[in-house]
């Protein structure tokens, strides 16, 4: 019998970190566009967390969208570049439990040693 009660609590204990930790993460997507406002595919974006460096890395897909799922609560920084454009750069980004944030990035014309910073504002 003691075994069972065991188990049992063993099996609420691993469900309720999943859940926990489902709920400790959010994510950021959003589209990356040219100064034309036309959507910008295979473009690099570079999402990096400013509290302990971690990055994640993913590229826009044909209709210029990009999405970074499973990240940590925290405040982010958001870079997106490609060849023939200035890189831009988005910070002060912070990221809520199960949040799910837009934040869209124009690229502008130029070389990708130059670069355009926005930091965010609190809301």
């Known amino acids: 019998m003691m075994p069972r009660c065991i188990s049992a609590l063993l099996l609420s204990l691993i469900g309720s ?6 709920f400790d993460t959010g994510q950021i997507g959003g589209f990356v566009r040219d100064a034309s406002q036309a959507v910008v595919s295979g473009a690099s974006v570079t999402v990096t967390n ?8 993913t590229t ?4 210029g969208y990009y ?6 609560v925290g405040t982010y920084s958001v870079t ?11 910070s002060g980004i ?3 439990s199960a949040g799910k944030l837009n934040i869209d990035l124009a690229l502008t014309v ?3 040693t130059e670069s355009v910073e926005v930091n965010a504002s609190a809301t």
Do not use: H, I, W, Y
Not at 50 to 57: D, I, L, Y
């Open 67 to 72: 999405v970074v799922p499973n990240l940590p």
């Open 94 to 96: 912070v990221l809520d």
């Open 80 to 90: 997106a570049e490609l060849a023939g454009f200035k890189k831009t750069v988005q």
């Open 60 to 63: 826009t897909n044909s209709s």
């Open 50 to 57: 400013q509290g302990n460096g971690e990055q994640r890395q």
């Open 17 to 22: 970190a999943a859940l926990q930790a489902q």
């Open 110 to 112: 130029g070389a990708v």
